[in-house]
Structures are given as structure tokens and as C-alpha cells.
């Protein structure tokens, strides 16, 4: 069963600001802490992931909670092309599997 | 070709029906993954092949039988499936998995497979 817990849905306009929350309540020190989303039709595509320090890509920022027991992935300006179904994932540090949960439908309105 | 490709993208089969659903990567990686996506269920992950060796079966029926030829190509061979194995099929591939390591995983789209 996945490890972290995610609201099933979440909407927001086109060109604002999205936090999307990730409560990962049993991370071990060593996991990190990885967002994939799926956008529809398609197969999930990897968006970030970090440890414990803050992380920046040309996709979205990872802000971890500095007891890791949370984190929120910040999308800086949401676009239509940002709806999908995003996974938070705590990287399992003893088999490196990857466990999916149910995701949060992120929905964007014009 | 780029990335991770799947053939066929939909596939419809009857329950005594024989068929291949196929993977490839041209990302150089070292492992492959099968994984099947329920409506209403998250993915659950199925087959891992580390170096065409296969390290992990998620406890999957005989009906799927995995093979993985070489570290580009991966099929899974469906026989006598039932109806509730009608799903999205994902292949992924990544570099190869390390233990204590999470790498990261690039996905196909998927094959859409209906059993009838």
C-alpha cells in the first residue's frame, strides 16, 4: 500500500500559483521524496524529487518540511497543460521500488 | 524513436485469446518494469528486470508471462485472461536498480487492453 496520503482533488486557475500537499507520515531517514504526474492518456512522467533541502527544476519546486513528514510541490504558474493526476512518492530506501497511491486530480480552469 | 514506446496502444482480446503486448527503450537503461493501471486503483507494479535477469514478481498470475530478450525490449504474454485483467499496461525503464536506491523511472503510454 502507498506510504503517503494526498487529497483526491484540487483546482486552480490558469496562471496561478499551485500548492499541491504530500503527507508522508512513515519516511524513513534515507527515502526520497518523488512527484510524478500523469496527464491524461499518458503515462506517468517524473517532475522532481528531493531529500531534505528545497529543489528547483524548469517544472515545479519541491518544498520538504524540515521534519520530512510533509512536502508540497509548487507548480509557479499553472497552464492548461498542468491538469493531470500528480503521485507523491516516498522512495522505498531498502528495494528502490516506487509505490503509486491515488494521486491528487489537479484541475485548471481558464 | 525517443524515450519509451508501446505496441500496440489499444489491444481488445478475447478470454482464449493469445497476445503480446511489446515495450522498447532507447534510453540506454538497464531496467524495465511492467506495471498495470485499474480504473479507480493506482499502479501496481508487476515485473522487474534488472540486466534482462527478472529481480521481482509482484505475486502476478501465470496468465502474464513476462520476457525481457535484451535490456531494450520487454513483452508481456497474455493467455486465457479474464475480464477484470482489462487495464492500462505501463512499461517503464530506468537505470538499473540499485538496493537502497530509488532511481527514476520513464514511463510508456501505456496499452490499453480489454478482455472481453
Known amino acids: 500500500d502507498a506510504k503517503t496520503t494526498q487529497p483526491n482533488s484540487m483546482e486552480s486557475n490558469e496562471e496561478e500559483p499551485v500548492h499541491l500537499p504530500c503527507n508522508h507520515s512513515?519516511?524513513?531517514?534515507?527515502?526520497?521524496i518523488h512527484w510524478y504526474r500523469q496527464l491524461p492518456s499518458q503515462g506517468p512522467e517524473y517532475v522532481i524529487h528531493?531529500?531534505?533541502s528545497n529543489v528547483n527544476n524548469r517544472m515545479a519546486s519541491l518544498a520538504i518540511a524540515e521534519d520530512r513528514k510533509s512536502s508540497t510541490l509548487i507548480l509557479h504558474r499553472a497552464t492548461l497543460r498542468d491538469a493531470a493526476v500528480y503521485y507523491c512518492?516516498?522512495?522505498?530506501?531498502?528495494?528502490?521500488?516506487?509505490?503509486f497511491g491515488q494521486g491528487t486530480t489537479l484541475q485548471v480552469k481558464p | 524513436e525517443t524515450g519509451v514506446t508501446q505496441t500496440p496502444r489499444h489491444l481488445v482480446m478475447g478470454m482464449t485469446n493469445k497476445k503480446s503486448l511489446k515495450c522498447e527503450q532507447h534510453?540506454?537503461?538497464?531496467?524495465m518494469y511492467w506495471y498495470k493501471q485499474s480504473a479507480k486503483k493506482p499502479l501496481e507494479l508487476m515485473f522487474v528486470?534488472?540486466?534482462?535477469?527478472?529481480?521481482e514478481n509482484n505475486s502476478v498470475p501465470s496468465r502474464f508471462s513476462p520476457e525481457c530478450p535484451n535490456s531494450s525490449h520487454l513483452f508481456l504474454h497474455l493467455h486465457t485472461l479474464q475480464p477484470e485483467d482489462s487495464a492500462l499496461y505501463l512499461c517503464?525503464?530506468?537505470?538499473?536498480?540499485?538496493?537502497?536506491?530509488?532511481?527514476?523511472?520513464?514511463f510508456g503510454p501505456g496499452t490499453r487492453l480489454t478482455v472481453l
Open positions: 517503464a525503464s530506468s537505470q538499473e536498480t540499485v538496493w537502497g536506491v530509488t532511481v527514476t523511472q520513464y
Open positions: 512513515t519516511i524513513s531517514g534515507t527515502d526520497y
Open positions: 528531493g531529500l531534505t
Open positions: 512518492i516516498d522512495g522505498s530506501s531498502n528495494t528502490g521500488k516506487l509505490i
Open positions: 534510453l540506454g537503461h538497464n531496467a
Open positions: 528486470y534488472n540486466f534482462k535477469e527478472q529481480t
